[in-house]
């Protein structure tokens, strides 16, 4: 009993000293701000948390969206057991441990059990396919959670039997109404306490749909205004704010380095200097840009501006030789010459239809004249009978053909017109 005290003493102390958002975390649905798609009346999570019909599913969206506040609801809505683990710490063992206190509450009271997976992108192949069988025989209800692309993340078989749900960024709206809600709350929230008109517009549009950084962001700038003996002003919001780290997970990681291309594609340096800014701040590789420009400098800028390859290779070669942070510099030159470079794609086409032969089309036998002609016994074969060598030409050309008769005809470099990349008749 005096244990039991304890415990509830501790959780108590606990929970009045836990973060704002963990304190502002709704108990009903009806609390939830956001995310009315899928939680408003009628519309499909809803229906299903409130008839207790979950099937496994996957709640994928970015921070502080209400992944783990769903979960939480879910728990409070089942008749089911309800088994929380983090995919960071779990592994194999827990998973293992979690089914057979499954198997065994089955059995004994015909109770299901809801396992509430934190994280789940963090768990191997190796661990997804252990969780596999469970889930697919139905002894535990999966709620995965990830802020990762769950289409990179998950295995297939594990995807296709849950159901996912993409949750959105909040709106400004939405987080200022978050954020009021925590202000008037003397109980729960970090009122009352005043705030300035314009610090609350700041903090609810700098957010970036964040519900916990917004939270997180407004029990700081409290802090700050209490130690001041004052309301929260708009220097307090933008001192917590600084204080945050830009997100970047796997999914941003694919999504920035594809803006970053087109960005730089599509001719707008100011755009790539934006993009790559992102990527450093947020500890991207320096060598993974370095080496997506150059291959940019032959996909997308090619013949167009064959200097364009040069300065890519320079910019690589100068992350290895100088290192980080000097080599932002070398690496925003290039992204500025490549994206005011002409562009042509018209090496990237050549390449792609000469493979289309090489894999479609039957494949020829090397001319006898361009046979490898220098080792003993090779001229006997006929190998180098006939050919022509250019420098012995007056213009350095002779009229030869240099492939198989089968694709003799084929005609893969198309210049593009742009830039340097125009037909020889044409300089």
Same mark, same amino acid.
């Given at each position: ?41 009628? +519309?499909?999570?809803? =229906? ?14 970015? &921070? ?28 194999? +063992? ?30 191997? +192949? =190796?661990?997804?396919?252990?969780? #596999? ?23 297939? &078989? ?59 962001? #407004? ?42 291309? +087109? ?42 501006? &064959? ?34 470079? &002409? ?24 001319? =006898? ?59």
């Amino acid at each position: 009993m005096a244990q039991d005290l304890f415990g509830e003493a501790a959780n108590r102390t606990m929970a009045a000293n836990a973060p704002l958002a963990a304190r502002m975390r709704p108990t009903i649905l009806d609390e939830v701000v956001g995310q009315a798609h899928l939680l408003a009346p009628g +519309k499909p999570l809803r =229906t299903l948390i409130e008839a207790d019909r979950l099937s496994s599913v996957v709640l994928w969206g970015p &921070p502080g969206t209400g992944k783990t506040t769903i979960a939480r609801l879910i728990a409070g809505a089942t008749s089911k057991a309800f088994e929380p683990l983090s995919a960071v710490a779990a592994g194999v +063992k827990d998973v293992r441990e979690v089914a057979a206190r499954a198997r065994e509450r089955l059995g004994e009271r015909g109770q299901g059990t809801i396992l509430f997976l934190d994280e789940v992108h963090r768990f191997s +192949k =190796t661990q997804q396919d252990a969780l #596999l069988p469970h889930v697919e025989e139905g002894l535990v209800v999966l709620v995965g959670a990830t802020t990762e692309n769950p289409f990179f993340s998950l295995t297939g &078989p594990l995807l296709s039997r849950s159901t996912l749900f993409r949750l959105e960024p909040l709106t400004d709206a939405e987080i200022a109404e978050l954020l009021d809600r925590a202000i008037a709350d003397d109980t729960r929230g970090v009122g009352p306490i005043a705030i300035d008109a314009d610090a609350r517009r700041h903090l609810s549009s700098h957010a970036e749909g964040d519900a916990r950084h917004a939270l997180t962001s #407004l029990e700081v700038a409290a802090g700050l205004a209490r130690q001041a003996d004052r309301g929260i002003s708009l220097a307090d919001v933008e001192a917590a704010i600084a204080m945050r780290a830009l997100r970047y997970g796997d999914d941003e990681h694919y999504d920035v380095v594809s803006a970053f291309i +087109k960005s730089i594609r599509g001719s707008d340096p100011d755009a790539g200097l934006y993009w790559l800014a992102r990527m450093v701040e947020s500890g991207e590789d320096p060598r993974f840009i370095a080496r997506r420009l150059v291959i940019l400098a032959s996909e997308d800028v090619g013949m167009a501006d &064959p200097t364009s390859l040069l300065v890519a290779d320079a910019a690589a070669r100068a992350v290895e030789l100088v290192g980080m942070p000097e080599a932002r510099l070398n690496l925003a030159q290039a992204v500025v010459h490549l994206a005011r470079a &002409p562009k042509s794609n018209s090496v990237y086409t050549a390449l792609a239809a000469a493979l289309s032969d090489v894999a479609d089309r039957k494949v020829g036998e090397v001319p =006898t004249h361009l046979r490898d002609a220098s080792y003993p016994g090779a001229r006997h074969l006929g190998h180098g009978d006939g050919y022509l060598y250019p420098h012995d030409a007056p213009s350095g050309w002779v009229d030869q053909s240099y492939r198989p008769a089968e694709v003799a005809d084929r005609i893969y470099y198309q210049p593009s017109g742009h830039g340097a990349d125009r037909e020889e008749s044409e300089t």
